[in-house]
């Protein structure tokens, strides 16, 4: 491998540093809103279930590629598994879909090693872009360097939410911190970042080259971050602001959102198209924003005995449950009743079903057997990458001449 044009900085920062104001995952938010970094530092970061599952999903994840590197010995291996077989999050879905991230990782490491024998494969590396951000710093899930490409792979344990790796900060910011790691080493020309969300069947890959990431450093990065970290600049609202710790709280995001309060006061025949667009521009923010400040006041009031003037904390819908389905099981059979009169028959779902006889044989024996009906019609902003559907009327119009 060629030696690197680009200048490195002094090296990624050790382990153990604990959580950066300006993170690579808060990077959408505090490039767009900058004083919102130092207002978020003030409010406790709480964990929730969904993002331990999405640790513990990694940990499962870099030990299969652990093992499947040669960094780690069999026993090792198989001690380490059985421990995590062991955590409350494991199940055999879980495993299923970190597999899939593991079967992609392993395809873009050989294709990293078909370009260079001595491709650079890391783990979980600590990443240093602290020469752009001041203290920056964030782990790369898998970083991967040969001869032109420095690639950073990332996975999206989530459910919800597809993410794309075109124009993502946090990506970008990845990428940075393997240059500054990698740079001054190797002849690097392209950075690659790609997110896979297994759980949503979503791969997406952006590409730059090493100078377009450098100018986005130097004249996006660099001034939000230098404001961003003295509180400075301007407080503004967006789809950055859906993970935001203040998002209920924030004056400027609720100024914005109450935008839309002078329409309530119209029967909708009378909005002008102008105003239905606007609208519906601004109705997923407003729902979300609506929604961020019920959750705050019912934590506010549940968890911190705030009293809102009004209201009262009371026990919301509940649904019966058994408290152990073995034992009523093994009750009722006790009692003469058979298992198909206690038990449903239920056909695998379609993903587990290719799981168990593969994606082969699923494919083969299964072909005609499996539909994907059409998706009830919605509107989406003109951006969405999904095709526009005629309406009724266009095809009822054509259906006559």
Same mark, same amino acid.
């Given at each position: 491998m060629a030696e690197q044009k680009v200048n490195c900085a002094s090296g990624a920062r050790e382990a153990g540093l604990g959580h950066a104001l300006l993170n690579a995952s808060g990077a959408d938010r505090w490039i767009n809103c900058p004083p919102s970094a130092r207002l978020e530092e003030a409010v406790d970061e709480e964990t929730s279930e969904y993002a331990k599952e999405g640790s513990f999903a990694h940990s499962l994840a870099e030990t299969y590629l652990a093992h499947h590197l040669g960094l780690i010995k069999k026993s090792e291996f198989n001690k380490r598994l059985k421990k995590l077989k062991q955590d409350s999050f494991y199940n055999q879905e879980l495993d299923d879909y970190v597999n899939v991230y593991v079967d992609f990782a392993i395809e873009k490491i050989n294709e990293a090693r078909a370009r260079t024998a001595d491709a650079v494969v890391l783990l979980e590396m600590k990443l240093d872009y602290s020469e752009w951000v001041p203290s920056g710093f964030g782990t790369g899930v898998l970083v991967l360097v040969s001869d032109d490409v420095l690639e950073v792979i990332d996975m999206k344990f989530g459910r919800g939410i597809e993410i794309s790796a075109i124009d993502n900060s946090q990506m970008r910011l990845y990428g940075l911190g393997a240059l500054n790691q990698f740079g001054c080493l190797y002849n690097i020309n392209t950075v690659r970042m790609t997110i896979v969300q297994p759980r949503l069947d979503n791969i997406s890959t952006d590409e730059m080259s090493v100078d377009d990431l450098m100018y986005w450093a130097t004249n996006t990065v660099m001034g939000a971050a230098e404001k961003a970290w003295k509180g400075e600049g301007e407080f503004l609202p967006g789809d950055h602001c859906r993970f935001c710790r203040v998002r209920a709280t924030c004056r400027v995001r609720a100024e914005a959102n109450n935008r839309l309060a002078?329409? +309530?006061?119209?029967? =909708? =025949?009378?909005?002008?198209? &102008? &105003?239905? #667009?606007? #609208?519906?521009? +601004? +109705?997923? &923010?407003y729902i979300r924003w609506i929604a961020d400040v019920q959750a705050f006041a019912l934590d506010q009031a549940a968890n911190h005995g705030k009293q809102w003037a009004g209201y009262k904390l009371v026990e919301g819908r509940s649904v019966r449950k058994y408290v152990d389905e073995t034992k009523v099981a093994e009750t009722l059979q006790a009692a003469g009743y058979s298992e198909d009169q206690i038990y449903e028959r239920v056909l695998l779902g379609i993903t587990k079903m290719q799981k168990a006889v593969g994606k082969k044989q699923f494919n083969e024996l299964l072909a005609g057997l499996v539909e994907k009906p059409p998706g009830k019609p919605k509107l989406a902003p003109e951006s969405d990458r999904r095709s526009a559907l005629k309406s009724t009327a266009e095809i009822d119009f054509k259906e006559d001449i």
């Amino acid at each position: 491998m060629a030696e690197q044009k680009v200048n490195c900085a002094s090296g990624a920062r050790e382990a153990g540093l604990g959580h950066a104001l300006l993170n690579a995952s808060g990077a959408d938010r505090w490039i767009n809103c900058p004083p919102s970094a130092r207002l978020e530092e003030a409010v406790d970061e709480e964990t929730s279930e969904y993002a331990k599952e999405g640790s513990f999903a990694h940990s499962l994840a870099e030990t299969y590629l652990a093992h499947h590197l040669g960094l780690i010995k069999k026993s090792e291996f198989n001690k380490r598994l059985k421990k995590l077989k062991q955590d409350s999050f494991y199940n055999q879905e879980l495993d299923d879909y970190v597999n899939v991230y593991v079967d992609f990782a392993i395809e873009k490491i050989n294709e990293a090693r078909a370009r260079t024998a001595d491709a650079v494969v890391l783990l979980e590396m600590k990443l240093d872009y602290s020469e752009w951000v001041p203290s920056g710093f964030g782990t790369g899930v898998l970083v991967l360097v040969s001869d032109d490409v420095l690639e950073v792979i990332d996975m999206k344990f989530g459910r919800g939410i597809e993410i794309s790796a075109i124009d993502n900060s946090q990506m970008r910011l990845y990428g940075l911190g393997a240059l500054n790691q990698f740079g001054c080493l190797y002849n690097i020309n392209t950075v690659r970042m790609t997110i896979v969300q297994p759980r949503l069947d979503n791969i997406s890959t952006d590409e730059m080259s090493v100078d377009d990431l450098m100018y986005w450093a130097t004249n996006t990065v660099m001034g939000a971050a230098e404001k961003a970290w003295k509180g400075e600049g301007e407080f503004l609202p967006g789809d950055h602001c859906r993970f935001c710790r203040v998002r209920a709280t924030c004056r400027v995001r609720a100024e914005a959102n109450n935008r839309l309060a002078c329409y +309530a006061f119209q029967e =909708p =025949p009378l909005l002008t198209d &102008e &105003e239905i #667009v606007e #609208v519906l521009d +601004a +109705a997923d &923010e407003y729902i979300r924003w609506i929604a961020d400040v019920q959750a705050f006041a019912l934590d506010q009031a549940a968890n911190h005995g705030k009293q809102w003037a009004g209201y009262k904390l009371v026990e919301g819908r509940s649904v019966r449950k058994y408290v152990d389905e073995t034992k009523v099981a093994e009750t009722l059979q006790a009692a003469g009743y058979s298992e198909d009169q206690i038990y449903e028959r239920v056909l695998l779902g379609i993903t587990k079903m290719q799981k168990a006889v593969g994606k082969k044989q699923f494919n083969e024996l299964l072909a005609g057997l499996v539909e994907k009906p059409p998706g009830k019609p919605k509107l989406a902003p003109e951006s969405d990458r999904r095709s526009a559907l005629k309406s009724t009327a266009e095809i009822d119009f054509k259906e006559d001449i």
